[in-house]
């Protein structure tokens, strides 16, 4: 069994560095604070007996052999940056909980055939330079130099800030792994939800991670006199988003795994007593099944083409990024259920909306995510909780799972 209070104090301890006054944890990339919580997680890594190194992009790499150094590595792993003033569990806990599976294997004195890798990517959460998964990206080859232009606050672009932190971004291609040479990729994950809590249950499988549309959608009308235009008269961009809106949002609810945010909303000239010119607002919509999640985007857009012609405005739609779902493995999947059975937990199967650096390895390697309660479903904030009995339960899923992953040739 693994031990689930060097867990839970791992975490506390990490959760120290950049803890903020408010309690809320902030740690971005190539910063101080992350310095120091990769040199305490490499030191965690090393007492797990494994090598550790740091590759060109900054991702920190723990290495535990397998009696055939020649085979395809099961990775684990997930992140240690935050959002501002995020949980102390988000990310953490799945670097954690890889070192916890390996060290345990260790002092247990198991041999497997596999070699196993611990990662902790750099900037899964994209909080400092809007642009995330950066070390996943790279380990799958997909990163370029022209995203490693992107900027933060301060002008500061991704490549300068590796440089001041030691790194070699000139490398980048140095960081990237040859398909052949992993054999499958699992992580442990806070649930970000409330699916396992309304379900009485500690953990579930992940059955795949959804893909966000996210749409910037501009209505245009006519700006008039707030008291001297009669309402039969009008043009108002501000009205028809509102009707389309709350179109999206019953759409939405038909399908079961569909999800669609409203984020932004703003309006021209912004007047108290002038009726808008123009409307804009954002939707983030995700499903894990792209024709179900396309199909939902034509009937909104549909809707607001109506909607508009028959309030004599005009709309323009603007894709900002359009993601494809990952599903995960079914082989890693059923690999989780029959660690449940042995274990005696419940196997329930949920998806992910919450995006994840396993989305990375869609085309590179099979992924698997086991995901733990999230008390109040809260996520990205101080407020973050997850119980030291539920963290546990996932990691022993964790080791089960890749107890049976690194001895399947």
């Keep these: 069994m693994i031990n689930p ?4 104090a791992r975490l506390m301890e990490l959760g120290e560095i950049g803890k903020q006054a408010g309690g809320g944890v902030t740690r971005f990339s190539f910063t101080e604070e992350e310095r120091k919580a990769k040199a305490l997680v490499s030191s965690y890594m090393a007492e797990a007996g ?51 599976v390996v060290q345990t294997m260790s002092e247990q004195g198991i041999s497997h055939d596999h070699p196993i890798e611990v990662i902790a990517f750099t900037d899964e959460e994209g909080s400092r330079f809007g642009f995330g998964m950066i070390g996943s990206r790279a380990i799958a080859g997909t990163l ?31 960081a990237a792994k040859d398909p052949a040479a992993v054999k499958a990729y699992v992580e442990l994950h806070i649930e970000q939800g409330r699916v396992l809590e309304n379900q009485a249950l500690a953990i579930g499988a992940v059955s795949g991670i959804a893909g966000p549309l996210w749409m910037k959608w501009t209505i245009t009308g006519e700006a008039g006199h707030a008291g001297a235009t009669p309402m039969n008269l009008r043009k108002d961009p501000l009205m028809a988003a509102s009707e389309i809106m709350q179109f999206i949002e019953a759409e939405a609810k038909i399908y ?56 004599g405005v005009e709309v323009a739609f ?43 390895f869609k085309d590179f390697c099979p992924i698997g995510m086991i995901f733990v309660r999230s008390q109040d479903g809260i996520s990205h904030n101080p407020a973050e909780w997850s119980s030291r009995e539920d963290c546990g339960e996932g990691t022993e899923l964790l080791y089960e799972t890749v107890l049976s992953l690194v001895d399947e040739m």
Aim: glycine share 10%.
């Design 5 to 8: 209070t060097r867990l839970w």
């Design 50 to 100: 494994m090598t550790v190194r740091e590759d060109a992009v900054g991702n920190l790499i723990g290495r535990k052999e397998g009696r055939q150094q020649d085979a395809p590595a099961v990775l684990m792993g997930s992140h240690i940056d935050t959002v501002p003033n995020g949980g102390m569990f988000d990310g953490a806990l799945g670097v954690l909980a890889g070192i916890e």
């Design 144 to 174: 370029t130099d022209t995203d490693l232009e992107q900027r933060d606050e301060n002008g500061m672009t991704i490549a300068q800030a590796m440089k001041e932190s030691g790194l070699h971004p000139e490398l980048i291609v140095d």
């Design 256 to 311: 079961p795994n569909l999800v669609a945010t409203i984020g932004q909303i703003s309006v021209k000239p912004g007047g108290v007593n002038v009726i808008p010119s123009e409307a804009i607002f954002t939707l983030d919509l995700r499903d894990i099944d792209e024709e179900l999640r396309r199909k939902a985007e034509e009937k909104m857009v549909a809707y607001a083409q109506q909607v508009c012609r028959d309030r």
């Design 318 to 360: 603007e894709t900002l990024q359009r993601v494809a779902p990952v599903p995960c493995s079914e082989i890693i999947q059923r690999t989780i259920e029959a660690a449940c059975h042995k274990l005696g937990m419940t196997y329930f199967s949920l998806p992910s909306g919450a995006g994840h650096d396993g989305m990375q």
